[in-house]
């Protein structure tokens, strides 16, 4: 168990909808990233948020958002969803991270796994 | 951006056997490489990590893997596996400018045989 919790563990919704994705970090860490993992595109960096503020950005589409609130928990929102978007999506967490050129340990949550039909 | 090539999508081995997987990336500057495992079900776990220093780095659950620069390669060993090691591994670098973020590979499955 590495202590990030993800909420909900599965996640079925049809096309054109929106979900929230939920990641509650480890005790003490500011950090938190998202992942997307799926059968075409592989394991990809989304998005990091540290201390509530947006620290680095990957392939993440603009239908995607993403916010860390003031107790550290962090909200993937995906909006009009598409067949596409089915993956496992990873949030992780880290104490630091507020600057690029010190490396900080990503811990990994158990993901959300969000089935598009 | 970097990118991360790992050439064998399955490993079948049988136990108590060795193994290797590959992993070659690209970037011309200095990065940092990992290995991460994840067993079924699971969320990713760190394996091992280059940041600086020897080449050569050691890992959990008996795993070792060689940094080699002039290659471009981040290979990942073990002497002998275990039925427990079947799993999927990921090869990983992070980008230069930020060194929390990561480039994944597209993962190898390690399936240990009996």
């Known amino acids: 168990d590495s202590g990030v919790t993800q909420t909900p563990k599965h996640l079925i919704t049809a096309t054109g909808q929106r979900v929230t994705l939920r990641c509650s970090p480890r005790s003490g860490d500011l950090s938190v990233y998202w992942y997307q993992q799926s059968l075409d595109q592989g394991l990809q960096f989304l998005i990091q948020y540290y201390n509530g503020e947006e620290r680095a950005k990957g392939n993440i589409l603009e239908r995607f958002s993403a916010q860390q609130f003031p107790d550290l928990h962090s909200e993937l929102n995906l909006s009009s969803l598409e067949l596409g978007d089915s993956a496992l999506y990873f949030c992780?967490?880290?104490?630091?991270?507020?600057?690029?050129?010190?490396?900080?340990?990503?811990?990994f949550g158990p993901g959300t796994r969000l089935t598009v039909l | 951006a970097q990118s991360v090539t790992q050439l064998d999508s399955q490993v079948p081995v049988f136990e108590e056997a060795p193994v290797e997987l590959r992993c070659n990336y690209s970037?011309?500057?200095?990065?940092?490489l990992f290995w991460y495992v994840q067993y079924p079900n699971q969320g990713l776990q760190l394996l091992l990590k280059?940041?600086?220093?020897?080449?050569l780095v050691k890992g959990i659950n008996g795993f070792e893997a060689e940094f080699n620069k002039s290659q471009t390669s981040f290979h990942l060993r073990k002497p002998s596996v275990h039925i427990s090691d079947t799993a999927e591994y990921f090869c990983?670098?992070?980008?230069?400018?930020?060194?929390?973020?990561?480039?994944f590979g597209s993962g190898t499955k390690l399936n240990v045989k009996p």
């Open positions: 970037s011309s500057v200095s990065v940092y």
């Open positions: 990983a670098v992070s980008d230069e400018y930020n060194f929390n973020k990561f480039y």
């Open positions: 280059y940041l600086s220093g020897s080449t």
């Open positions: 992780a967490s880290s104490v630091g991270g507020s600057g690029g050129l010190s490396y900080n340990e990503q811990f």
